[in-house]
């Protein structure tokens, strides 16, 4: 999957489609108020089931985020915070916007560990640095006033730190681009919208549309550890077997094991044999003709062809068998990682490179038989082709 690829789908498109959902509200706000007292209840039951759920899933960042929300929705609609100035809510604005900040670039940890006392204490800090700001800049008002004057506005510096905080987390969730980082920054973009224009977007509206924010990130994450090999990005044998409940009566299943793997890991380190297992999962998954691939475990893969008869699939696996053996696995040089930069330039090194091959046996599905005896003889033909020689396709 390409860099940009990876961040169109992780990044930009959950944030498009919380920006079309935010648009159908505004679109239609004048039918949804027949629903108002049910949507201004929802946060106080959603966020709770966000924090819940991600702690499941030890998604802890979530469920911190998640508390936040809560504390601050109950604090604001019960009046426990009472009337807040200026300077109160932009003390909260900006202290919530250095948590987020945080938070974008930290892991997620248990929540009854030590890790735990050091997230509380970096929200507290994160508040304590937004209050010293807001004071540093009332305390310095004049000075500032008479040599920014006419470049700044005392509001642009007081909340200059939430756009820098912005720019930091939407950099972060592009270049490491995942659903929690995403998550992150579709609240901060929101809580940074409630304190600038309130009027724009109610408050319930969006505490509802982030908690349900975290809990489909925590169910899609979930699945994606469940149904994907997270080594090679390929659908995991869980999904295969997902995958053959809609199965119909024709179709064909192949299966592929790298030759002499074994060997070949014991030669050149495991690092260099995960490697080699990502470039094969990367030519098997894209087999085309309608094959959908599979990691069936170890250096085995499976490829399933719906609809299609073991002889129309022999032309797409031999395309990834050919693809697999001509490609030139270029190894690093230890020697070379132990130099200087300097030494480097003096000294050429002839690159080493290596080359795997694959076999596969594929077998058709006979209506009398089950997927599993249909997948046994695909094996059996693999185990043909790997007598006959390997590096081919026996059916």
Same mark, same amino acid.
């Given at each position: #999957?390409?860099?940009?690829?990876?961040?169109?789908?992780?990044?930009?498109?959950?944030i498009?489609?919380?920006?079309?959902?935010?648009?159908?509200?505004?679109?239609?706000?004048?039918?949804?108020?027949?629903?108002?007292?049910?949507?201004?209840?929802?946060?106080?039951?959603?966020?709770?089931? &966000?924090?819940?759920?991600?702690?499941?899933?030890? !998604?802890?960042?979530?469920?911190?985020?998640a508390?936040?929300?809560?504390?601050y929705? /109950?604090?604001? @609609?019960?009046?426990?915070?009472?009337?807040? +100035?200026?300077?109160y809510?932009?003390?909260?604005?900006?202290?919530?916007?250095?948590?987020m900040a945080?938070?974008?670039?930290?892991?997620?940890?248990?929540?009854?560990s030590?890790h735990?006392?050091v997230?509380?204490?970096?929200?507290?800090?994160?508040? #304590?640095?937004?209050?010293?700001? *807001?004071?540093?800049?009332?305390?310095?008002?004049?000075?500032?006033?008479?040599?920014? &004057?006419?470049?700044?506005?005392?509001?642009? $510096?007081?909340?200059?730190?939430?756009y820098?905080?912005i720019?930091?987390? &939407?950099?972060?969730?592009?270049?490491?681009?995942?659903?929690v980082? @995403?998550?992150?920054?579709?609240?901060l973009?929101?809580?940074a919208?409630?304190?600038?224009?309130?009027?724009?977007?109610?408050?319930?509206?969006?505490?509802? *549309? %982030?908690?349900?924010?975290?809990?489909?990130?925590?169910l899609? +994450?979930?699945?994606?550890?469940?149904? !994907?090999?997270?080594?090679?990005?390929?659908?995991?044998?869980?999904?295969?077997?997902?995958?053959?409940?809609s199965?119909?009566?024709?179709?064909?299943?192949?299966?592929?094991?790298?030759?002499?793997?074994?060997?070949?890991?014991?030669t050149?380190?495991?690092? /260099?044999? +995960?490697?080699?297992l990502?470039?094969?999962?990367?030519k098997?998954?894209?087999?085309?003709g309608?094959g959908? &691939?599979?990691?069936?475990g170890?250096?085995?893969f499976?490829?399933?062809?719906? $609809?299609?008869?073991?002889?129309?699939?022999?032309d797409?696996?031999?395309?990834?068998?050919?693809?697999?053996?001509?490609?030139?696995?270029? %190894? $690093?040089?230890?020697?070379?990682?132990?130099?200087?930069?300097?030494?480097?330039?003096?000294?050429q090194?002839?690159?080493?490179?290596?080359?795997?091959?694959?076999?596969?046996?594929?077998?058709?599905?006979?209506?009398?038989?089950?997927?599993?005896?249909? #997948?046994?003889?695909?094996?059996?033909? *693999?185990?043909?082709?790997?007598?006959?020689?390997?590096?081919?396709?026996?059916a």
């Amino acid at each position: #999957m390409s860099a940009f690829y990876h961040s169109c789908r992780y990044f930009f498109i959950p944030i498009i489609l919380t920006g079309f959902v935010l648009t159908l509200f505004q679109l239609n706000q004048a039918h949804l108020l027949v629903w108002q007292g049910i949507i201004e209840q929802l946060p106080f039951w959603l966020l709770p089931a &966000a924090i819940a759920i991600s702690l499941q899933f030890n !998604r802890s960042r979530l469920a911190y985020l998640a508390a936040l929300m809560l504390a601050y929705f /109950v604090a604001t @609609t019960t009046h426990l915070l009472g009337t807040i +100035d200026q300077a109160y809510s932009n003390q909260i604005l900006l202290g919530g916007a250095f948590t987020m900040a945080w938070f974008a670039f930290i892991k997620d940890r248990g929540l009854i560990s030590p890790h735990s006392l050091v997230r509380l204490a970096g929200v507290i800090l994160s508040f #304590m640095a937004a209050f010293g700001w *807001l004071w540093a800049n009332n305390e310095f008002k004049l000075q500032l006033d008479g040599y920014l &004057a006419a470049m700044f506005s005392i509001d642009v $510096r007081t909340l200059s730190p939430l756009y820098l905080c912005i720019f930091i987390v &939407a950099i972060r969730g592009v270049w490491q681009a995942n659903l929690v980082n @995403t998550s992150i920054f579709i609240t901060l973009v929101l809580w940074a919208v409630h304190f600038i224009t309130p009027a724009a977007l109610p408050l319930p509206i969006s505490m509802t *549309l %982030l908690a349900s924010i975290y809990i489909l990130t925590v169910l899609t +994450d979930s699945y994606f550890l469940a149904y !994907r090999d997270e080594l090679t990005g390929l659908a995991s044998r869980r999904a295969l077997f997902n995958l053959v409940l809609s199965l119909g009566r024709k179709y064909s299943v192949a299966m592929l094991d790298i030759d002499h793997f074994k060997k070949f890991n014991d030669t050149y380190g495991h690092d /260099v044999g +995960d490697q080699v297992l990502k470039l094969v999962a990367s030519k098997i998954g894209g087999v085309r003709g309608g094959g959908k &691939a599979f990691r069936y475990g170890g250096e085995e893969f499976t490829i399933i062809f719906p $609809r299609k008869d073991s002889s129309a699939t022999l032309d797409y696996l031999e395309e990834v068998r050919e693809s697999i053996e001509e490609y030139d696995i270029v %190894l $690093r040089d230890d020697k070379r990682k132990s130099q200087s930069k300097a030494t480097r330039g003096k000294t050429q090194h002839k690159a080493k490179t290596v080359s795997v091959t694959i076999s596969i046996g594929v077998a058709e599905h006979h209506s009398s038989e089950t997927f599993e005896q249909t #997948m046994k003889r695909s094996d059996q033909a *693999l185990y043909k082709a790997k007598k006959k020689g390997r590096n081919q396709i026996c059916a």
